[in-house]
């Protein structure tokens, strides 16, 4: 494991009245040790940052349990920037956010936004201003599939869901939307139709909804936003094209745990499931695995007798993720 700080050029960003890049950055390469070791020493590493410094994770797995962490340790105290590079390799910067803006308010939410954390001052203050928020219910639909829908969303609380139809009634979910990350990109680049239905998957969801009109303008003006867009636009089609690969490569219980396995803890053995898997419905599960409910039950059911999970209430209470991670061919 290495870690390697250097300087960033601060000064020249500031004198331009842009929000900074970071300071300082570590570097951390996390994959030469056990998955149960990780996050402590993630942990301290971020703890020594300074605020505006950063800390570059280097991992082989989708980082979601580091995120849920960080997300209840460090409530609204740092900027996730997560790639995805290649098979079994992810880089995640976290910067230490600042207290320029009062926490809790719309400005600050907005420069924890990997679209705008690099923005400059004035794109803050007319996005902003140009900006409407919106509550929504479990299961309450954001956006409809293939309609016109003139935003860009970004998730303040809770978690959403690009979930696809089609003509034999069964939907297939995409992809997530966590807090901070937006939702109706593809559509504001391209200004077609929406690609997905896009519904809250907690209670209460809280988005904010930025005129796309007004995002397309800012991208002209700002080079750091339409990087930005660029990037996510970017991961969104590495994660759609190993979707694809997944549902038609992988038999049915590899899909299945594909689908439990971001929502795996690090710890050795059967270990507590995160927070969103235990709220889980079998329907929901089989949704993410591109499967039917019945066939998903049949995998679960296999999954536990193999020790990989346990339940509780039909509802998936622990998580083995090295038992798990036999089952992915």
Not at 73 to 93: D, H, M, S, T
């Amino acid at each position: 494991m290495q870690v390697i700080v250097w300087g960033s050029g601060l000064a020249g960003r500031e004198a331009m009245g842009m929000t900074s890049k970071p300071l300082r950055s570590a570097r951390l390469d996390v994959r030469p040790l056990p998955t149960w070791e990780r996050h402590p020493r993630i942990e301290r590493a971020f703890d020594a940052l300074a605020e505006g410094e950063a800390l570059t994770v280097v991992t082989d797995h989708e980082p979601r349990p580091l995120r849920l962490g960080f997300e209840q340790k460090y409530p609204e105290r740092f900027v996730w920037l997560q790639r995805q590079l290649g098979i079994a390799r992810w880089e995640v910067e976290l910067r230490r956010t600042s207290r320029a803006e009062p926490l809790g308010s719309l400005a600050a939410f907005l420069r924890r936004c990997p679209l705008l954390c690099d923005a400059s001052d004035a794109t803050h203050r007319a996005l902003e201003k140009s900006a409407t928020e919106k509550t929504l219910d479990e299961g309450t639909p954001a956006v409809e599939q293939d309609a016109r829908w003139p935003y860009l969303g970004l998730v303040r609380a809770g978690t959403l869901a690009a979930i696809m139809g089609s003509p034999t009634g069964r939907d297939q979910s995409l992809y997530d939307v966590l807090p901070c990350e937006t939702f109706g990109d593809i559509e504001t680049l391209d200004g077609g139709r929406s690609v997905a239905r896009i519904i809250a998957t907690s209670a209460p969801a809280r988005v904010v909804l930025l005129p796309a009109g007004i995002v397309v303008g800012t991208m002209t003006k700002d080079v750091a936003v339409a990087r930005a867009l660029a990037a996510i636009a970017a991961q969104r089609t590495r994660a759609l094209a190993e979707r694809l690969s997944d549902l038609s490569a992988q038999p049915a219980i590899a899909r299945v745990a594909l689908a439990i396995l971001p929502f795996a803890a690090p710890d050795a053995g059967l270990a507590p499931s995160l927070e969103p898997l235990r709220r889980m419905t079998q329907a929901q599960l089989a949704t993410i695995a591109g499967t039917a409910k019945e066939v998903a039950a049949r995998a679960v059911a296999h999954l536990e007798a193999s020790g990989a999970v346990e339940r509780a209430r039909g509802r998936i209470a622990r998580v083995d993720r090295r038992k798990l991670q036999e089952f992915l061919s």
